[in-house]
């Protein structure tokens, strides 16, 4: 007995040992809207984080042996929930910072909330100018993702180079981030000789159809109708102007907020009826770097995609994993879990060859966005739900 005890005591002794010995692991928050009945964009930024952090706690961690681990919550696309639900991250001891989804009105919202909290709010696909753009000093947002601003040249460029069209014709959200749209394109269009806006209409999140205003549009000469919608209105759009006659059937260029949901099955047949182009900045297809294999690698392992073209929402995929790999950076460069220190080191950080891109310097303290307009391309669905770029160049390396 006495020898029993002298045992348990000694594998207690060292069950205690190892358990003190481990450090306690540094949290990374994502705030997204998971219990979007239609969204794949949240699942897609969890992906990207996940994978880089076992990359990163394989190698050994953070701050000398700390292990990284994420901590979710589901605003459900509403911003009071959201913001909610920043402030009990906020709250959450050694977590650094927080990722968001892909709902920019959310994120602009928050502004006052996270420089009050002082919390690194990291920005992975809301394109929204106002969430970089802001008066907030030192500025706690930092975007890895594409800017409204470069969206509207791009569209204006595709409309004339590939449709030979000067009127377009505007459908966008009445949000911060439909708001944010227009006025991108209302400058790109006056910075472009002979291109014109003829008319732009509003919609709300919801509308039971669009078809009325996406005919006002038309019958006000537009020759390419630029859509600004998530999944629900996109495909609602596609399968109303797949019933008008085809002469009736204007060319869709579209952001991407349609690629952060169920766009394609949503559309279902309809979608093979209408000519749609949509913005990108990073495809799984044709990518033949190491990184790229290796993040398909650990996307089959994990979620069972056979091939790239399986890949829901990439651009999440893509962002979450290069921006989560530049966090572990700013935290080891700051030397703690501290925010206002992780924040700091966000701006002084060195070159990193990411997946997206070799990104020279990723951020700046004037300059909160490490992407660049030379990343948009555009992209088509099949019918297969497979999103395939239009060109061939888009693994360039800037």
């Known amino acids: ?8 005591l000694f594998f207690w002794a060292s069950a205690m040992g190892v358990l003190q010995a481990q450090p306690a692991p540094v949290y ?32 050994g961690g ?12 589901d605003n459900r696309s ?17 977590l650094v910072a927080v990722f968001g989804g892909k709902f920019s009105p959310i994120y602009i919202e928050a502004l006052p909330l996270v420089h009050e909290l002082g919390l690194p709010l990291l920005d992975p696909w809301g394109s929204a100018d106002g969430i970089t753009d802001h008066p907030h000093q030192p500025s706690y947002t930092f975007r890895l993702s594409i800017k409204d601003a470069w969206v509207g040249p791009a569209f204006v460029r595709f409309a004339r180079e590939h449709h030979r069209a000067a009127r377009l014709g505007l459908l966008v959200p009445n949000t911060a981030w439909g708001r944010s749209n227009k006025a991108a394109l209302e400058a790109a269009v006056g910075a472009t000789p002979d291109m014109k806006l003829v008319a732009h209409r509003w919609y709300n999140w919801g509308d039971a159809s669009l078809l009325a205003s996406y005919q006002a549009l038309r019958e006000a000469g537009a020759q390419v109708i630029v859509l600004v919608a998530n999944e629900t209105e996109g495909s609602l759009l596609v399968r109303e102007m797949a019933g008008l ?4 059937r204007l060319p869709v260029i579209s952001h991407w907020g349609i690629t952060g949901g169920e766009f394609a099955r949503m559309a279902g047949p309809a979608l093979d009826a209408i000519d749609l182009a949509v913005v990108q900045s990073y495809s799984f297809v044709g990518a033949q770097s ?7 690698a650990a996307l089959q392992r994990g979620w069972g995609y056979a091939t790239p073209e399986q890949v829901p929402s990439p651009v999440g995929v893509a962002h979450a994993y ?14 703690s879990s501290d925010r206002r220190a992780v924040r ?28 660049g307009p030379e990343r948009i391309f555009f992209a088509r669905y099949t019918a297969n739900d497979e999103l395939i770029p239009m060109t061939p160049s888009v693994h360039r390396r800037p």
């Open 28 to 59: 990374v928050g994502l705030d997204a809207e998971f219990g979007h009945r239609t969204s794949t964009s949240a699942q897609a930024i969890q992906q990207g984080i996940e994978i880089a952090m076992a990359e990163i706690n394989q190698a």
């Open 1 to 8: 007995m006495r020898r029993w005890l002298v045992g348990l």
């Open 245 to 248: 006659p085809k002469d009736q």
């Open 62 to 73: 953070v701050l000398g042996g700390r292990k990284l681990s994420l901590v979710t919550s």
């Open 322 to 335: 290069d921006l989560m790999h530049l966090l572990a950076r700013a935290i080891d460069k700051a030397g």
């Open 344 to 371: 700091a080191a966000l701006e002084q950080l060195g070159p990193y060859d990411g997946l997206v891109q070799r990104y020279a310097r990723p951020f700046t303290p004037a300059r909160h966005d490490a992407l």
């Open 290 to 296: 190491p990184k790229a294999q290796r993040v398909l």
């Open 78 to 94: 509403v911003t009071a929930v959201g913001l909610d639900n920043l402030r009990k991250l906020a709250a959450q001891p050694d």
